[in-house]
């Protein structure tokens, strides 16, 4: 019955009735192949791809790569609520399936999971939904970034503004490393800047220091947290990302990035490490 009732919300953001029993069933089983999800469902493989590929443009399935097996995992129900925010002229008939959905469609995160797994991401919604990751992954911890302005370039100022907020509702604290251009867009000591209206964000919930050129040219954008890292590429057209699920990696680079950051220059009063408080 609860299936039906979670098949009956799927159909209500535009799944068709396939859809839905697949991505049921990939939230039921963590990180499956194509194998595995025919013999649940009984479907033929041919169509199952076909099925795949719909729900990974719609944002809502993740790929996974391991040697020469590919696994399909289901994102969970924050890329719901991106749809939700996108979606405007649906937003009454949305928000209500959606709250019906993260009550009745608990996320499996660890099930299956592996101790190293790679994500890969396309165009805007995929980074979208990489940020929302982040966010989770993140609560009451630091976020490490050496990146460029590109992200909300391309993301948008709303959806960017939205990102900040939940940063700051979750209590994390970003330390970043920009390069020189990025540099001159200025902070004042009040908070204020051209870039956010989010004073609480500059103020409480973000450090920054300039990175010479000569250290380092940033192109892309590359962030530590957690036991993950990813990588952020923007190259013309191709819009795409990366997640590594690894404590070893996150490590190291979390490393590097401190080894950096003790040799970049600080630009203004917002390049001292902050005191994590508890909320």
Known sequence: MVDMNIQTTLEQFGLSKKEAQVFITLNKHGSITVLELSRHLQIKRTSLYRILEELIRKGIVETQVDAKTTYY?????????????????????????????????????????????????????????????????SKNKELLIIGTNQWYKTLGFDFAETIREAIVENNIIIYELIKHEDAEDVLNPNGTTTWTSNKEYVIHHFRHRELPHQVLQLTQDFYVFGDAIQFHGYQEEDVMGIE??????????????????????????????????NK
Do not use: C
């Not at 289901?74 to 399936?97: C, I, M």
């Not at 590594?244 to 190291?252: E, G, L, N, V």
């Not at 970049?264 to 490490?273: E, L, M, N, Y």
């Open 244 to 277: 590594i699920q690894s404590r070893d990696f996150a490590q190291m680079f979390r490393q590097i990035f401190w080894h950096y950051w003790n040799h970049a220059t600080v630009i203004d009063k917002f390049g001292s490490k902050i005191k994590m408080s």
């Open 73 to 137: 995992t289901a994102s969970g129900s924050k890329q719901f609520e991106s749809l939700v925010v996108e979606q405007e002229s649906k937003t009454k008939l949305l928000q209500q399936a959606f709250q019906e959905l993260t009550v009745n469609l608990p996320l499996t995160t660890t099930q299956n999971q592996k101790e190293t797994s790679v994500r890969f991401f396309r165009k805007q919604l995929g980074l979208k939904q990489m940020e929302w990751r982040m966010i989770e992954a």
